[in-house]
């Protein structure tokens, strides 16, 4: 059993749509990350969510923090093709970070 | 400057050979991994150092062998390769091993045993 259930698994969607990724856990934790890995490099951290309710925005990327710390989502509006990767969400179990099972984003122009 | 560096990035060998995977970082961080990351893309822990001292270590088989000679180096050496072996290995290093901490990943090692 993971710790964060990801989903949609994979996403293929045209330029110019919005979509949303989650990120579910039944734990608690103080904080969450989000990272982006585009092929053949590591992932990269996009934000990282503390506060339960917190709201961050990244251009087109807004990540949402559930109120009760449990999950998290990152909506994308207006997806481009640059915006094609695996989404990865990550959280502190212990003293090791984990990741969800990601989420492969395709924009099609 | 590279802030997290791996090499090689591309590894193929043969099944029963032994190889090693180095790892460098330049960010003065105290904490070093290792992931994998399979076919399905799922990002899987393997080992954790702090300051030399290894503090994780995910059920991995034991043909596979971390070393840090010092803070800023953890090299990932594998005995006797196995077909399963092959994956995306990412070295990665964070500030401290502990909460709302960022973790630089390098490049990635994909090691393809046939």
């Known amino acids: 059993t993971q710790l964060l259930e990801q989903s949609p698994q994979f996403l293929s969607i045209q330029e110019g749509e919005n979509l949303t990724v989650y990120c579910n856990s039944s734990s608690v934790f103080s904080s969450l990350q989000w990272y982006r890995q585009e092929p053949g490099e590591g992932p990269v951290l996009l934000v990282t969510?503390?506060?339960?309710?917190e709201v961050k925005k990244l251009k087109r990327l807004t990540f949402q923090f559930g109120d009760a710390r449990k999950d998290s989502s990152l909506h994308i509006t207006a997806a481009q093709p640059g915006d094609t990767g695996l989404y990865l969400c990550g959280a502190t179990e212990g003293n090791k970070l984990v990741f969800g099972a990601g989420t492969i984003l395709r924009v099609k122009s | 400057d590279t802030a997290v560096s791996q090499t090689p990035k591309y590894l193929v060998t043969q099944m029963g050979n032994d190889k090693s995977i180095k790892c460098e970082q330049n960010?003065?961080?105290?904490?070093m991994y290792w992931y994998k990351q399979d076919s399905k893309k799922f990002l899987k822990i393997m080992f954790s150092y702090n300051n030399k001292e290894l503090i994780i270590n995910e059920t991995v088989p034991n043909r596979f062998s971390p070393k840090s000679p010092d803070k800023a180096h953890l090299n990932l050496h594998i005995n006797s390769l196995e077909l399963g072996d092959s994956a995306v290995y990412f070295c990665a290093s964070s500030p401290t091993g502990y909460m709302n901490t960022e973790a630089f990943f390098g490049q990635g090692t994909r090691l393809t045993v046939v």
């Open positions: 960010l003065g961080h105290d904490t």
């Open positions: 969510v503390v506060t339960g309710g």
